[in-house]
């Protein structure tokens, strides 16, 4: 059948509007997807973006007030950094150490959020220095020693002394040094010994299950198992320090985060499990951290409530 005799002819025209509709059509579907894909994609990220923001407003709070707790002779350094990035933000907290009055940057904790609203922390490991021969193998950070504290409860196989070193440091320097105790002591008792050169407090805040657990790794480990300034629980020497210790634990505690769990054991630890009032008379100090001259520091030597000494930081006086 010829083209003459089709009972229907092809319309050239007619199937080229067809065409061109359906063009228009599919790119009509396809920019109206694209917008709603935008909006829905803009809807979420601005929504991610407020939780972030959120969590690093609450996280903020709850870093600065864990760090007042955690870490001996160690403050923030006022001013965090922010840095932002599309689907995350990155928080930069500087650290100090004040030793004679010197501040010695003692490194930065680093807190990473995103979107989706999670946060991880990023913290540098001290690493120990020194030969496996060696009777004892320090901590350094940031190319100084890092205070260890022995507690009063812990059997060791050997307890250090370090104040031997103040003979072999220049009096013009000022140092760091942890002192730790044969057992726990009032902040009346301490205060009368130290406070000249005074600078933090190790509280006790450790159950009995705890310092089993450590005799035993002393037991095991033949390089000694001790409690390095990172792991150290306490407060800056000043007036209203105790009561600031005491009341950062508390809400810590009452909020649900990363360090609730340790703030309430800590909390339980201290009142024998809310048996006891946490107030500052109960407190019990276990060992201090002084700093000042070599000079300063050896009126201490004869001490006798110090079982371990050991040296910290140490910088120029001027």
Avoid: C
């Avoid at 509709?21 to 109206?32: F, G, N």
């Avoid at 969590?55 to 350094?77: H, P, R």
């Avoid at 792991?231 to 649900?256: C, M, P, R, V």
């Avoid at 019990?284 to 006798?304: A, E, Q």
């Amino acid at each position: 059948m010829n083209k003459e005799n089709e009972f229907l002819p092809k319309d050239l025209e007619f199937e080229k509007l067809v065409k061109k509709a359906k063009r228009r059509s599919m790119t009509k579907m396809v920019l109206i997807s694209l917008i709603i894909s935008l909006i829905v994609f803009t809807g979420l990220y601005l929504v991610g973006d407020k939780i972030m923001n959120m969590k690093i407003e609450k996280e903020f709070i709850m870093d600065s007030t864990w760090n007042e707790i955690l870490g001996a002779n160690v403050e923030e350094v006022k001013g965090t950094t922010y840095n932002y990035s599309p689907i995350s933000a990155t928080a930069k907290t500087k650290l100090v150490k004040k030793v004679g009055g010197v501040p010695i940057p003692w490194g930065e904790k680093e807190r990473v959020f995103t979107i989706l609203g999670t946060s991880r922390l990023i913290t540098d490991v001290p690493p120990r220095s020194g030969s496996i021969k060696d009777e004892r193998i320090p901590l350094y950070y940031q190319g100084e020693r890092v205070i260890e504290f022995y507690h009063p409860d812990v059997i060791y196989k050997k307890i250090f002394d370090d104040r031997d070193l103040l003979n072999q440091i220049d009096d013009n320097k000022v140092v760091e040094m942890a002192f730790s105790f044969n057992k726990g002591y009032s902040i009346e008792e301490v205060d009368k010994i130290f406070k000249d050169q005074l600078a933090w407090y190790w509280v006790d805040t450790y159950s009995k299950e705890d310092t089993k657990e450590y005799s035993k790794l002393n037991e095991e480990n033949s390089s000694g198992y001790t409690i390095n300034g990172f792991e150290a629980y306490g407060f800056k020497y000043n007036n209203s320090s105790a009561s600031t210790f005491i009341s950062n634990l508390q809400l810590i505690k009452s909020k649900s985060g990363e360090y609730q769990d340790e703030a309430t054991e800590i909390y339980n630890n201290i009142t024998n499990n809310g048996k006891d009032k946490l107030a500052p008379k109960s407190l019990k100090i276990i060992g201090v951290v002084v700093t000042g001259k070599p000079s300063d520091l050896k009126k201490y030597n004869d001490t006798s409530i110090i079982r371990g000494a050991t040296l910290g930081a140490t910088t120029d006086q001027y």
